[in-house]
């Protein structure tokens, strides 16, 4: 078993061997660091930061590393179309399970048709390559209803459907040779204009992405945004769910340790950090009607889980050592369905395999009954000529209730996404792109109730 772990971390870089932090929060009563790690009997958001010197052993040498480092990230215009080939891939998945979303279709059945459409359009590419690359479904198709937060992709056997009214939160992810790209967008299962708290909830969380997009940028830190963030949802009084984290991603890494926090507080922070440029994130905006404290009210429901490389244990039960077999063959890196194992034998593995902490589990988390929740996801390359959101989806019409009138807001608001490009010789007059290049202004959702207007 060392032997094996030993080869599968050659493969990957110190922060996928790092990264433990899922993308939400679930630890009540503690006080969260990416680094140094911090312990917490609750199981639900083990947090888990080996030491560099044992990365670099299990890697390879720091050199090596670095040569690496410079191959793989955006300056490469190869890693930069791989980026881009996935976000197209997972925009169009969206799109197919968005016309899918009708009154009594099985969620199950959605979750199965936008991963069985990222896994056939990734299949055929790359299929005449010399060096096999891995690529397929990054995090699985998840439906969340109404006040459901996350994390909501059931088992075959669940006869969950959709009903007249309800408010969808679909989330995604997909990935080439490791690149990857992720979105998440809230519809409103109706005809017509979204109108009331709904509308609010949704437009807060639009706004938010708009205003986090503008600040995810060189020389800015993580805090601004989310100090941001939380003033954007009180303007339309709602709130920011807590425990939501956005995370820089690389290759092979869905989560990595440089993190935004949704909320901060004395009971929950992270280690501060300023975004550089070449970087990659997944800016996951999450809001509420309700008080934003999310909830996990049934571990059954629990159904996606990530395999910790760094972790050894040897299971007593055979039920649990086949199914960890088969995910450590088919699913050595990703989040996974349990979906995609023999249900019966799974139910009895995963649950040695969590507690034993070989598996992170992404907990189902739930507001109060009667409370709207809203999610806005998107990835952003941190290019040298701006913030590039590669995924993205329009909005319905919305008629929030609330009016954004604060000052502050409306100049985050305005901040252009892209800037100038250095260089390059003398400029063109008239060039058609120029113009768009240094524009950024959009409103916030009760003047333009379209899609977002960074869309492109």
Not at 441 to 447: F, K, Q, R, S
């Amino acid at each position: 078993m060392k032997c094996k772990r030993r080869v599968l971390a050659k493969t990957l870089r110190p922060d996928a061997l790092q990264s433990r932090t899922p993308h939400y929060i679930y630890k009540p009563n503690c006080t969260v660091h990416t680094s140094p790690p911090t312990s917490c009997p609750n199981s639900f958001a083990a947090f888990f930061t080996i030491d560099n010197r044992r990365n670099f052993e299990l890697v390879g040498s720091m050199s090596d590393e670095e040569r690496e480092e410079k191959e793989l990230d955006l300056t490469s215009p190869e890693v930069v179309t791989k980026y881009k080939s996935a976000a197209e891939i997972v925009n169009k998945a969206l799109q197919l399970v968005l016309s899918e979303c009708k009154p009594k279709v099985k969620i199950v059945d959605l979750c199965e048709k936008g991963d069985a459409f990222i896994r056939e359009q990734t299949g055929n590419m790359y299929r005449n390559v010399k060096k096999k690359i891995e690529r397929g479904v990054a995090f699985p198709t998840c439906i969340s209803v109404n006040n459901t937060i996350c994390h909501f992709s059931p088992l075959a056997s669940d006869e969950t459907a959709l009903e007249d009214g309800d408010i969808l939160k679909i989330d995604m992810g997909c990935h080439i040779d490791g690149f990857i790209s992720v979105v998440a967008h809230t519809h409103v299962l109706s005809q017509g204009p979204v109108t009331g708290r709904a509308a609010d909830v949704i437009a807060a969380a639009n706004t938010a992405a708009e205003v986090a997009l503008r600040l995810v940028r060189p020389g800015k830190k993580n805090k601004d945004v989310t100090e941001a963030i939380q003033k954007v949802a009180a303007a339309y009084d709602c709130k920011i769910v807590e425990g939501v984290l956005s995370h820089q991603m690389k290759q092979f890494v869905i989560d990595g340790n440089k993190v935004v926090l949704s909320v901060s507080g004395t009971d929950t922070r992270v280690d501060e950090a300023e975004f550089e440029e070449n970087e990659v994130y997944s800016v996951d905006i999450v809001t509420s009607t309700g008080e934003g404290k999310p909830k996990l009210l049934d571990e059954k429901q629990t159904t996606i889980y990530k395999r910790a490389v760094d972790k050894n244990y040897h299971l007593k039960m055979k039920a649990s050592r086949f199914i960890f077999s088969e995910i450590s063959q088919k699913f050595p890196i990703m989040p996974f369905s349990a979906r995609a194992l023999e249900e019966k034998r799974a139910r009895l593995g995963l649950v040695e395999c969590v507690n034993h902490e070989l598996l992170q589990p992404y907990p189902v988390l739930h507001e109060k009954p009667g409370d709207l929740v809203a999610h806005i996801k998107f990835t952003v390359l941190l290019m040298p000529n701006g913030s590039d959101r590669i995924t993205s989806h329009p909005l319905q019409d919305l008629q929030p209730t609330n009016t954004v009138d604060d000052l502050e807001i409306k100049a985050w608001l305005a901040l252009a996404t892209k800037s100038k490009k250095k260089g390059g010789g003398k400029k063109k007059k008239g060039k058609k792109g120029d113009k768009e290049e240094d524009a950024g202004d959009v409103e916030p959702m009760d003047a333009a109730p379209k899609g977002p207007a960074s869309q492109e």
